[in-house]
Nanobody, 114 residues
Framework: QVQLVESGGGLVRPGGRLRLSCEAKGSGSTTYHMGWYRQTPGNQREWVANITVGGVTDYAVSVRGRFSISRDTARNTAYLQMSSLKPEDTAVYYC????????WGQGTQVTVSP
């Protein structure tokens, strides 16, 4: 069973930057395409970005050009570099494989506010 541990969130002003990390603890995690997702109160969790095993990336339109996903397969860790943050990026951020078949972690809160 893979355990997901997200970190790196915090309070940042509009236009600021944050780097989120997600460690997938457990065997076999390096063979999965990885994704970042986010959720705000009262709304469904939404896909933000993903990276394939081969390193191909894709982004939601709302974050394209501002966010960058990467991975370190040796550390079983995925990253989300977020720049030019906007108040509407405020959410709890989660990672999972692209099929979202692992149990969700606790997420990491990102708050963008003046």
């Amino acid at each position: 069973q893979v355990q997901l541990v997200e970190s790196g969130g915090g309070l940042v002003r509009p236009g600021g930057r944050l780097r989120l990390s997600c460690e997938a603890k457990g065997s076999g995690s390096t063979t999965y395409h990885m994704g970042w997702y986010r959720q705000t109160p009262g709304n469904q969790r939404e896909w933000v970005a993903n990276i394939t095993v081969g390193g191909v990336t894709d982004y939601a339109v709302s974050v394209r050009g501002r966010f960058s996903i990467s991975r370190d397969t040796a550390r079983n860790t995925a990253y989300l570099q977020m720049s030019s943050l906007k108040p509407e990026d405020t959410a709890v951020y989660y990672c999972n494989n692209l099929q979202t078949s692992w149990a969700w972690g606790q997420g990491t809160q990102v708050t963008v506010s003046p």
